[in-house]
T-cell receptor, first 113, second 117 residues
């Protein structure tokens, strides 16, 4: 049971490049979400999914796309990276019947030059 | 409006002493959950403790306890017998059951705790 995994751990992009941050969980969790963490801030919700095929926007969705074709995977796509997207990105998941928990991945540190 | 407020950007405590980290929240949802996470310098988010809005007793997990005062909308984290390894950022977060964000968490800005010898 690997829990929530994220790849890559670190990434440097140039402005305008695109990339996908990968997130996977092997716990059969319905709920998955992406957060970003900026210095001096808590985590802010980017996008979330309540099940395969269902996604929706969070607090700071601009510049990001998501899809959920399987229960296990929830990739986050940066279409045209901007320096304002330099941040640490966390993926999280939990089961609907266990709303007293949330499992976080280890995070991806992204720098956009 | 900020849903979670942590008013202490930084705190110091001496080893073996107890420390209280403050958290107040704002919600009109009668059903919600409150979480505390620890983020050490390595960056991962470590779950510490959870309190449900209908729980009658304050949550405890080892050296961590949550001082839940519902009427005051506060959910302070108490760490007893502090250890050097407790030095980290601490985040309070809330999940509102009636929210339209897939039960995602709203986070405060965090409190940086430094435990000194």
């Amino acid at each position: 049971n690997a829990g929530v995994t994220q790849t890559p751990k670190f990434q440097v992009l140039k402005t305008g490049q695109s990339m996908t941050l990968q997130c996977a969980q092997d716990m059969n969790h319905e709920y998955m979400s992406w957060y970003r963490q900026d210095p001096g801030m808590g985590l802010r919700l980017i996008h979330y999914s309540v099940g395969a095929g269902i996604t929706d926007q969070g607090e700071v969705p601009n510049g990001y796309n998501v899809s959920r074709s399987t229960t296990e995977d929830f990739p986050l796509r940066l279409l045209s990276a901007a320096p304002s997207q330099t941040s640490v990105y966390f993926c999280a998941s939990f089961r609907a019947a266990e709303t007293d928990t949330q499992y976080f991945g280890p995070g991806t540190r992204l720098t956009v030059l | 409006a900020q849903k979670i407020t942590q008013t202490q950007p930084g705190m110091f405590v001496q080893e073996k002493e107890a420390v209280t980290l403050d958290c107040t929240y704002d919600t009109s949802d009668p059903s919600y959950g409150l979480f505390w996470y620890k983020q050490p310098s390595s960056g991962e988010m470590i779950f510490l403790i959870y309190q449900g809005s209908y729980d009658q007793q304050n949550a405890t997990e080892g050296r961590y306890s949550l001082n839940f005062q519902k009427a005051r909308k506060s959910a302070n984290l108490v760490i007893s017998a502090s250890q050097l390894g407790d030095s980290a950022m601490y985040f309070c977060a809330m999940r509102e059951v009636g929210s339209n964000s897939g039960y995602a968490l709203n986070f405060g800005k965090g409190t940086s705790l430094l435990v000194t010898p």
